[in-house]
């Protein structure tokens, strides 16, 4: 099956076009208007983004709200699985990622024709597959799942069919535990997650003993368990907004502290440690490749803007529609 195509366009300005005097959320918000743009931005970038944005939420917010907006234009302020997600569930509009190289090294763990094999050595398995992954991958799944509804998705699979999981082993060991159903897991891992240190976690938290410790079920099994909450980023946003703690230890993409900070001023927020103990480790290289420049830049040059044949269109519907059905209890979050 063809691969998506992230197009990006000729004679198109580049930021040392841009005067340096330019007001660029002034001019952001100008386009977007004329252009009858939404901005969408995940939970992992800057701060700045995700103030600018129209809507902040996680993949299954992001992906509903793609699904349903009435807009002529998607910014897609994500990675590119993200942008690909809202091509698939809104062909008519056109959807622009202001970085066509922001990548998921999840996505890149797990390529369409390696899974293939997988899917064929397993014949009798329902693939259920986290939606860090590239389009092609998404078609030759059975349905997909995020972290915040993979849960409710496979207590509704038929209890007498294996499971492929892929492509996060964390995330697939960490639900194989909670709903005790037989699965096969991918062995792909998130770059982010999994450099955590349990050692330099367990040092931090002898610094800060009130600390809560709320982890995304992607990190190694190693730091869940000295986690207080394990969930999805919309559930430890949750969660230490509801706590009666002040203090958190954050082991997930670091840039979702925005939220809690603006949400909880009064609270105290501290990303959990690399190996180092001293790394920036908690932050997503790819996600930092968005930028303003770069927003402005894809909403001047309408690019890159992603683009699929409509054949690998349809077939990555089909699971993401499941998924949308299969969540229907999970609550939307309409505000930003
Ligand atoms: O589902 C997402 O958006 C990701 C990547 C993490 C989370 O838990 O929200």
Do not use: N, Q
């Given at each position: 099956m063809p691969d998506t195509i992230v197009l990006p366009q000729a004679n198109a300005l580049t930021a040392?076009?841009?005067?340096?005097?330019?007001?660029l959320e002034a001019e952001i918000a100008r386009l977007r208007r004329e252009r009858n743009a939404i901005i969408l931005a995940h939970y992992y970038q800057d701060g700045e983004i995700q103030d600018l944005a129209d809507f902040v939420g996680d993949s299954l917010d992001l992906s509903r709200k793609a699904a349903a907006t009435?807009?002529?234009?998607i910014v897609f302020c994500g990675v590119r699985f993200m942008g690909e997600v809202a091509k698939i569930l809104s062909p008519d509009k056109l959807v622009l990622i202001p970085?066509?190289?922001?990548?998921c090294s999840l996505e890149d763990s797990c390529k369409p024709e390696p899974f293939r094999a997988f899917r064929e050595a397993h014949p009798d398995h329902i693939a259920v597959t986290y939606i860090n992954c590239s389009a092609e991958v998404k078609a030759l799944s059975d349905v997909i799942v995020t972290s915040s509804n993979a849960e409710t998705i496979i207590r509704q699979l038929p209890a007498d069919r294996p499971i492929l999981f892929a492509p996060d082993r964390h995330l697939g060991a960490f639900m194989r535990r909670k709903t005790g159903r037989e699965m096969t897991l991918w062995p792909g891992s998130c770059i982010i997650h999994e450099q955590f240190s349990e050692r330099e976690l367990v040092k931090l938290k002898t610094q800060y003993p009130a600390a809560k410790i709320a982890a995304h079920p992607e990190c190694p099994e190693p730091i869940l368990v000295h986690a207080d909450h394990v969930g999805s980023t919309r559930a430890i946003l949750d969660y230490v907004l509801s706590s009666p703690a002040d203090e958190f230890i954050i082991a997930?993409?670091?840039?979702?502290i925005h939220q809690m900070e603006k949400a909880a001023p009064g609270k105290r927020f501290i990303p959990a440690p690399g190996a180092?103990?001293?790394?920036?480790?908690?932050?997503c290289p790819f996600m930092a490749l968005n930028t303003m420049e770069k927003i402005y830049l894809a909403l001047k040059n309408d690019a890159p803007r992603v683009e699929m044949p409509e054949e690998l269109r349809i077939a990555a519907k089909a699971p993401l529609t499941r998924m949308l059905e299969m969540s229907v209890s999970i609550g939307r979050r309409d505000a930003a």
């Open positions: 040392r076009d841009i005067d340096p005097s330019l007001d009435d807009a002529d234009v970085d066509a190289d922001a990548g997930t993409e670091k840039h979702i180092d103990g001293s790394c920036d480790c908690a932050r």
